[in-house]
């Protein structure tokens, strides 16, 4: 067997077309794996960073809820609060 695995790899291809052949199925497999993994590498970075658009969309829910408990403060004001807050400022 060591004597056939070693003539198998000492014949020489004697026609261009055969070794091109050759070649080019070898860089066609690295080409689709090379592939492969930029698609797979790019899927992970899109799960792990966010969108502009998220990153907005976050801000605007952060900001509304803000506005939401601050409204929830104004309705909690003792009457001598809201008394206060109706009156003019005195302008000098």
Known sequence: MRQMVYNRHMTKKKY???VIEEDEKILAIGLKQSRLHKKERLDREKTKEKS???VL???FR???EQRRLEELEEEE???SEE???ELEP???
């Open 77 to 79: 004001k003792t009457p």
């Open 16 to 18: 261009f077309h055969e």
């Open 62 to 64: 952060e900001e509304q």
């Open 57 to 59: 969309m976050e801000g």
């Open 90 to 92: 005195i302008d000098d």
């Open 83 to 85: 008394l206060q807050d």
């Open 52 to 54: 502009l658009h998220e």
